[in-house]
C-alpha cells in the first residue's frame, strides 16, 4: 500500500470516528432518560391527594434517577390548564404530568382531550369515592342526604372536591338519579381540589364535600370532618368505621379516581418503556409503598400498555353515565 493511499485510509477512519462520536453525543439512549430536570405537572391544587401522591412518587424518581423532579400544580379549569400544559410539551421526557379521570372535559365542551392527546406511561393508585360531612352536621349517614335531596333537591351546597362532572361526583349522581332524587336541580359546586373542598366544609361553607377517604385525615382527626360512607364494594381496611354506601342503601355502588403519569402523544415508545421502568421501580420501593398506606392510598398498577386498554375503557364508561343523568351539554 502506498503512502498516498494509508493516508486517505487513515483519513477516512478519523472522519468515520469522528461521526459515530458525534452520533452518540447527538442522540443519547433511551436508558439514559432523564439527562437533566423533569416537571411533574400536577393537576391539582397543593394539599390533597394528587399533590402527595404525586409528590411521593416524585421524591422516589430523584432518588433512582439522581435528577430533579419538579412538581408543578396546575388546578386551573379543573385540571384542564394543568393537562394542557403537558399534552403540549414536547414529546421528549421532560415534561410530564398526572393523568386522571378525563373523557368529561371532552363530553361538556371543556376541552378536547381523548385517549390519543397521552402516551400513557404507567397508573399507580386507585381510590374510592367518599361521602363527607361536617363534623356537627345533622346528617347521620347517607340515607339522611338522600332523603333532604329528595325534599328540596338544591337544598345542599355539594363541593365536587375538585372539578365537578368528574371522578368524585359522577358515582355519587348516579346514586341519587337511582334513588329518585332530580339531579337536575343538584348544587354541586366545584372546587380547586379536595383539601379547599374540605376546608370549606369545616368552615360551614358546604354541606357535603365528595372525595377520598385519606384526604379528609388531618380534619377528621382534629374533628372537624365526619365521614358518612365509602362507595366500595367492601369497607376500606384503614378506615373500618365507615360504612359502604351500599351498606346503607341496600345496593353496591363503587366510583372514585385513579392517578397515573402520562405525557404528549407522540413520544418514542422506546423513552416510554424507560420512564415506565424508572416509575415502576420508585412504585415498588419500599418508601413508596409505605408512605402510600400509612396515608391509606390505593396502589394500583397498570403498565403503560395497559393503561392504554383502560382509557379506552374509561372513555366509554364516562359517557355512558353522562348521558345517562342529563351532564352533556
Excluded at 213 to 221: G, I, K, N
Excluded at 288 to 304: A, C, D, N, T
Aim: hydrophobic share 45%.
Amino acid at each position: 500500500m502506498g503512502p498516498s493511499m494509508v493516508s486517505g485510509w487513515k483519513a477516512a477512519l478519523s472522519v468515520a470516528a469522528f461521526v459515530a462520536t458525534a452520533t452518540a453525543w447527538s442522540v443519547p439512549t433511551m436508558a439514559a432518560w432523564p439527562e437533566r430536570p423533569v416537571t411533574l405537572i400536577v393537576i391539582a391544587g397543593a394539599g390533597g391527594g394528587s399533590d402527595f401522591t404525586m409528590r411521593l412518587l416524585a421524591r422516589e424518581l430523584e432518588a433512582r434517577t439522581g435528577q430533579p423532579f419538579t412538581v408543578v400544580n396546575q388546578a386551573q379549569g379543573g385540571g384542564v390548564v394543568g393537562m394542557t400544559t403537558y399534552v403540549k410539551a414536547r414529546p421528549d421526557g421532560y415534561t410530564l404530568g398526572q393523568l386522571s379521570p378525563f373523557a368529561q372535559y371532552r363530553l361538556l365542551g371543556q376541552a378536547d382531550f381523548t385517549a390519543a392527546s397521552y402516551s400513557p406511561v404507567a397508573q399507580f393508585n386507585a381510590d374510592p369515592a367518599a361521602i363527607h360531612v361536617a363534623k356537627g352536621s345533622r346528617f347521620q349517614g347517607v340515607p339522611d342526604i338522600i332523603a333532604a335531596l329528595k325534599k328540596d333537591p338544591g337544598s345542599l351546597k355539594i363541593s365536587c372536591g375538585g372539578t365537578c362532572n368528574a371522578s368524585w361526583d359522577i358515582p355519587f349522581v348516579s346514586l341519587l338519579l337511582d334513588q329518585g332524587v332530580d339531579v337536575s336541580k343538584v348544587n354541586l359546586i366545584p372546587a380547586p381540589g379536595s383539601a379547599a373542598g374540605l376546608q370549606e366544609l369545616a368552615a360551614g361553607g358546604v354541606d357535603v364535600v365528595l372525595c377520598s377517604l385519606p384526604e379528609t385525615d388531618a380534619l377528621t382527626a382534629a374533628g372537624r370532618v365526619r365521614s358518612v360512607g365509602v362507595m366500595s364494594g367492601k369497607r376500606l381496611d384503614r378506615y373500618p368505621a365507615v360504612p359502604t354506601v351500599g351498606e346503607q342503601v341496600g345496593r353496591t355502588y363503587e366510583g372514585g379516581t385513579w392517578r397515573a403519569i402520562a405525557g404528549p402523544a407522540g413520544m418514542d415508545p422506546a423513552l416510554v418503556a424507560a420512564i415506565e421502568d424508572a416509575v415502576k421501580a420508585a412504585y415498588e420501593s419500599e418508601r413508596f409503598q409505605k408512605g402510600m398506606k400509612e396515608r391509606g392510598f390505593g396502589l394500583q398498577w397498570r403498565g403503560s400498555a395497559e393503561l392504554a386498554a383502560f382509557l379506552k375503557e374509561h372513555e366509554a364508561m364516562t359517557e355512558r353515565v353522562i348521558n345517562a343523568v342529563g351532564y352533556k351539554k
